[in-house]
């Protein structure tokens, strides 16, 4: 799905990242560890398309990305990020589950559709009518990531997403997140922990000083 090669993101004369050659498998998760400031959010924003490399190829599906041309807005559509602290619109869980779908102009029944199987997939299948506002810190989690299940993306990028909440919706999310390579979405999970390769199934990305010390086997 990706090839990264000779990249390095610098900030200033500060270099971040700096990755010679590193491949992600299509259908497959990833747990992507390292201490703080390791470069893990960096290579998430690079994966997402958001951030360009200061130097270095990327290449998404076997084809180079450019990233002075408008092409990389159609990878875009196909890449979903979901941050730790997600944010949630005022107005129902419905509507927020939507609003990805409406953006990319999908209404009607296929909108509906879309919207419940997401919602059933994080156990919220009766909160549609719910005030997202007025959701706990865990619902809302679910939510978030009932929103990204919703566009079907390609890949699925997680930035800590079982942090900071309780037990009961971290095994739920983690369920959810392990059945995805199965349906073909590649995932690919920033953690602390270190059980969760072994739990999820999933092969490892370790991040030293913004270089890996642990390449995906």
Do not use: C
């Given at each position: ?107 009607g029944d296929a909108q509906r559709r879309s919207v419940a199987r997401a919602l059933e997939a994080v156990g919220l299948g009766e909160f549609g009518d719910r005030k997202a506002r007025e959701l706990s810190g865990g619902e809302a989690q679910r939510v978030a990531m009932a929103r990204a299940l919703a566009l079907e993306p390609e890949v699925l990028l997680l930035d800590e997403p079982l942090a900071n909440i309780d037990r009961e ?49």
């Amino acid at each position: 799905m990706y090839r990264l090669r000779g990249i390095r993101m610098r900030y200033g004369t500060r270099t971040v990242l700096a990755i010679d050659d590193l491949s992600i498998a299509a259908g497959r998760l990833y747990t992507l560890a390292g201490p703080n400031g390791a470069g893990k959010s960096t290579l998430l924003a690079i994966l997402a398309f958001l951030s360009p490399p200061t130097e270095g190829e990327v290449y998404y599906a076997g084809a180079r990305v450019d990233w002075a041309r408008g092409s990389v807005r159609d990878r875009r559509l196909k890449v979903t990020l979901l941050h730790q602290s997600p944010y949630l619109f005022g107005g129902t869980v419905r509507a927020n589950v939507a609003f990805g779908l409406k953006a990319r102009g999908i209404a009607g029944d296929a909108q509906r559709r879309s919207v419940a199987r997401a919602l059933e997939a994080v156990g919220l299948g009766e909160f549609g009518d719910r005030k997202a506002r007025e959701l706990s810190g865990g619902e809302a989690q679910r939510v978030a990531m009932a929103r990204a299940l919703a566009l079907e993306p390609e890949v699925l990028l997680l930035d800590e997403p079982l942090a900071n909440i309780d037990r009961e919706t971290a095994a739920l999310l983690e369920s959810v997140i392990a059945s995805l390579p199965a349906r073909g979405t590649t995932v690919v999970m920033t953690t602390h922990d270190p059980d969760h390769p072994a739990r999820l199934n999933g092969a490892s990305i370790v991040l030293e000083g913004g270089r890996v010390v642990r390449p995906s086997p």
